[in-house]
């Protein structure tokens, strides 16, 4: 069931999946705008369940045991959330980070911070969405603190399990409670903004399309 949900939210958009859940009675549920798509396909979509890990700004020279265990307890099916408690400038985000979740079945990571290491995570496919690229080490600027707890990522709650969904347009977390009714209501409207297309395409009114289909 879990995998069936996941394949059919792939078939949509983010700004399908935001409407929808504000429909729903979510509110916004998009991040901040600010992420950009670091990955070999800019048109990649990647949905998953939230693998939240929480970062921390430090001056101190902090050993990263808690970077590694935050990577080697990445789930299967996953998108890694890297939430940061205030601007660091530096890279939270890099070429074995990517290495390690991909080979534990996550699919794709947004990343409030700074990636590295491109020329090891392009030629993978992997998609990650961060803020920036920085060569900068994450020892002595931040820290990770906690991994599988609830962060706040770009200005939405995030909760373990929740369901991400990213691409060229930005970033949606749906909580796991609501996904299916989201999932309804995006699948619906998909097919009227199909046919609204369309017909757009053919030469009709937008207005007259907009009073059929409801969609614009």
């Not at 534990?104 to 690229?133: K, M, S």
């Not at 619906?188 to 399309?209: F, I, Q």
Request: proline share 6%; glycine share 8%.
């Amino acid at each position: 069931m879990a995998d069936d949900v996941l394949a059919r939210y792939a078939t949509l958009y983010s700004s399908l999946v935001s409407d929808c859940a504000e429909a729903a009675g979510l509110g916004p549920r998009a991040t901040r705008e600010g992420l950009q798509p670091y990955h070999s396909d800019p048109l990649a979509v990647a949905v998953g369940r939230a693998h939240p890990i929480q970062a921390q700004r430090t001056d101190e020279r902090v050993e990263i045991d808690l970077l590694l265990a935050a990577v080697d307890a990445t789930p299967a099916d996953s998108i890694v959330v890297v939430a940061v408690d205030e601007e660091p400038h530096v890279a939270l985000w890099g070429g074995l980070m990517t290495t390690a979740v991909r080979s534990r079945g996550a699919r794709g990571a947004v990343v409030d911070g700074g990636i590295r290491d491109l020329h090891q995570v392009l030629p993978t496919g992997f998609p990650v969405w961060a803020r920036y690229r920085s060569p900068l080490d994450i020892r002595g600027r931040a820290e990770i603190v906690s991994h599988g707890k609830p962060v706040e990522f770009r200005g939405v709650p995030v909760e373990p399990g929740d369901l991400v969904f990213a691409d060229a347009n930005g970033v949606v977390v749906v909580p796991a409670a609501h996904e299916l009714e989201v999932l309804r209501l995006a699948e619906e409207r998909l097919g009227r903004e199909v046919e609204t297309d369309r017909e757009l395409s053919e030469g009709a009114s937008p207005a007259d399309v907009y009073e059929r289909h409801g969609a614009f």
